[in-house]
């Protein structure tokens, strides 16, 4: 028999080193590691030293808000504006990702907010491709790109980076979403967009509930959002969370991202428990690998350490995150082969 101490430090190797892991929800942009933000800076003949850059791109765990967090966004985003900076972010990211066991990756990105030096948005999207796809030759990772519209432009900027990002539908992109601010723009001002998006069958997960507003998980799933990225807010609407789970609604949660932007007070007030009971398929995810300064692992060990994560959840998170994913069939079967204890 193992003592509880013992029990834990077994779970958290387990954890660290063996666990397959499938990651739905991660910013681009927002994990773009110091170093490589560093040295693309330094080929545009910005010159900053690691510690500035650290302090410039990780934000505190007393983040003041969700728009402070946001600003942590600038820097590595003058680094995506070229192909080689777009290539190098997605090839880093799903190295590093594949580090820690993570067999599946959907990267997402705003194509819109990288055209600032004239590439189309075909370009940009070829560009994080080529990316995702030299690292998949690399490792064992299979990746899918979520391009994502963006609450504070225009419905025309919006609807013309979908439809050319549906383009590449099957063969690199693999859905789309909604990000940004969502209590300065709620999501019920995107109806026109998600109808397309519906209509011409691109699968789509929308941020919502990271503001406190059950209303607005209710209007994305009404939408057809087939996973709702964070939702947090739905924790104490019970009707929400039921409808959740009847359409197997997949949430994507983020844990550390979600204490720094305030979109929950304290890691003992989290609803990982609850939404589990309810029966909601849930992922565990970074959001920004270096805003928040943290990785798939810590994220699993975060929850573990609260006393939420069991052991006898790993398989069943595990395939609970692939079936909400967006892959094709032939990625899912392969990386459904990836858990261990089948």
Request: glycine share 6%.
């Given at each position: 028999?193992?003592?509880?101490?013992?029990?834990?430090?077994?779970?958290?190797?387990?954890?660290?080193?063996?666990?397959?892991?499938?990651?739905?929800?991660?910013?681009?942009?927002?994990?773009?590691?110091?170093?490589?933000?560093?040295?693309?800076?330094?080929?545009?003949?910005?010159?900053?030293?690691?510690?500035?850059?650290?302090?410039?791109?990780?934000?505190?765990?007393?983040?003041?808000?969700?728009?402070?967090?946001?600003?942590?966004?600038?820097?590595?985003?003058?680094?995506?504006?070229?192909?080689?900076?777009?290539?190098?972010?997605?090839?880093?990211?799903?190295?590093?990702?594949?580090?820690e066991q993570v067999k599946y990756l959907?990267?997402?990105?705003?194509?819109?907010?990288?055209?600032?030096?004239?590439?189309?948005?075909?370009?940009?999207i070829e560009s994080v491709n080529e990316?995702?796809?030299?690292?998949?030759?690399?490792?064992?990772?299979?990746?899918?790109?979520?391009?994502?519209?963006?609450?504070?432009?225009?419905?025309?900027?919006?609807?013309?980076?979908?439809?050319?990002?549906?383009e590449f539908l099957g063969a690199g992109?693999?859905?789309?979403?909604?990000?940004?601010?969502?209590?300065?723009?709620?999501?019920?001002?995107?109806?026109?967009?998600?109808?397309?998006?519906?209509?011409?069958?691109?699968?789509?997960?929308?941020?919502?509930?990271?503001?406190?507003?059950?209303?607005?998980?209710?209007?994305?799933?009404?939408?057809?959002?087939?996973?709702?990225?964070?939702?947090?807010?739905?924790?104490?609407?019970?009707?929400?969370?039921?409808?959740?789970?009847?359409?197997?609604?997949?949430?994507?949660?983020?844990?550390?991202?979600?204490?720094?932007?305030?979109?929950?007070?304290?890691?003992?007030?989290?609803?990982?428990?609850?939404?589990?009971?309810?029966?909601?398929?849930?992922?565990?995810?970074?959001?920004?690998?270096?805003?928040?300064?943290?990785?798939?692992?810590?994220?699993?060990?975060?929850?573990?350490?609260?006393?939420?994560?069991?052991?006898?959840?790993?398989?069943?998170?595990?395939?609970?995150?692939?079936?909400?994913?967006?892959?094709?069939?032939?990625?899912?079967?392969?990386?459904?082969?990836?858990?261990?204890?089948?």
């Open positions: 028999m193992h003592g509880n101490g013992e029990r834990k430090i077994m779970m958290n190797r387990f954890i660290a080193y063996n666990m397959p892991k499938i990651e739905l929800h991660c910013h681009l942009d927002g994990s773009m590691s110091v170093e490589l933000t560093k040295k693309l800076l330094a080929d545009m003949g910005e010159e900053y030293t690691k510690e500035e850059l650290q302090e410039a791109l990780t934000a505190p765990m007393d983040c003041p808000s969700l728009a402070d967090y946001l600003k942590r966004f600038d820097l590595p985003l003058r680094c995506l504006q070229t192909k080689n900076g777009l290539r190098a972010a997605a090839e880093e990211l799903a190295l590093r990702a594949a580090k959907e990267v997402r990105f705003a194509p819109s907010f990288s055209t600032g030096q004239g590439l189309s948005v075909k370009e940009i990316g995702l796809k030299s690292a998949e030759t690399k490792c064992d990772i299979h990746t899918g790109i979520l391009v994502c519209a963006m609450r504070n432009l225009d419905k025309e900027t919006n609807l013309a980076m979908l439809k050319d990002a549906r992109v693999v859905g789309c979403d909604l990000a940004g601010d969502e209590k300065a723009y709620p999501t019920s001002e995107f109806h026109e967009l998600f109808e397309w998006a519906r209509k011409n069958e691109i699968p789509f997960t929308i941020h919502a509930g990271e503001c406190g507003s059950a209303l607005d998980v209710q209007t994305a799933i009404e939408y057809g959002a087939r996973r709702i990225g964070h939702g947090i807010a739905m924790k104490d609407d019970p009707e929400v969370m039921k409808l959740c789970a009847d359409k197997k609604i997949g949430v994507e949660l983020c844990p550390t991202s979600n204490l720094q932007t305030k979109a929950i007070g304290s890691i003992e007030d989290y609803p990982f428990t609850k939404f589990y009971e309810a029966g909601i398929p849930m992922s565990i995810n970074t959001d920004n690998r270096t805003v928040s300064d943290t990785t798939c692992t810590d994220e699993y060990m975060r929850l573990t350490d609260a006393g939420m994560f069991k052991e006898a959840m790993c398989q069943k998170i595990y395939m609970a995150s692939l079936a909400t994913s967006f892959a094709d069939d032939s990625v899912k079967n392969e990386v459904f082969s990836r858990w261990p204890l089948m």
